[in-house]
């Protein structure tokens, strides 16, 4: 089995001073969107999932053209939930994201004021990955190590969502201890596409990291984080 996470192109945080809430993709973004799609348009996906936030449906929209495919949300990819910062001075956000990080770790959890916490998006996001697989007949065994049973490991699936959702994925089907610096665990580049494998091991299976945040499809100028 292999799930193939895409983060979402350049967005545009930031008009007029102003924070977007929900922000389309910058232009950058939107030539991200494309040739990331033309490079994936000749693999075939059993399934390509999307969170419902406007800069990774934009960015899926491309491929989706390209192969003729619905668009289908998949709620639990949402991004983690800011406090409302939608047309407010951008100047707040970066003071809280900065505040943030000089908290120390254990403090980390509680995220940012108003927001939802780490805690409760690193619950969300293994509760919705683990919903998702089992629907999917992929589930995990009952052992200290991260085993599973996999009943199509030839499925495909391809996911379209964030840095904070698909480091909690990859987090989740690698049985990685969870922490309140997700983003900053892996380094995923916008547009930038990470592969993550099944093996099978006496019978079972877990799974591999074959590829991490690969943006060699995007020209150097495109390379945005």
Known sequence: MEIVLVRHGEPEWVRNGLS???PPLTARGVEQAKITARHLATEHFDEILVSPLQRARQTAAPLLALLDRPEVIAPWLHEIRDPGWDGGPAERAEQAYAEMRRMAPDD???GLEGGESVRDFVDRIHNGAEYFLAERSVSRDDHELPVWTISEPGRRILLFAHAGTNSV????????VPTPWEWDRFVIGHCSITRVGSIEIGGAHTFSLRRLADDEHLPAGLRTR
């Open 20 to 22: 977007v809430g929900d």
């Open 108 to 110: 980390r959890w509680h």
């Open 169 to 176: 994925t990859i987090g989740h089907l690698l049985g990685l």
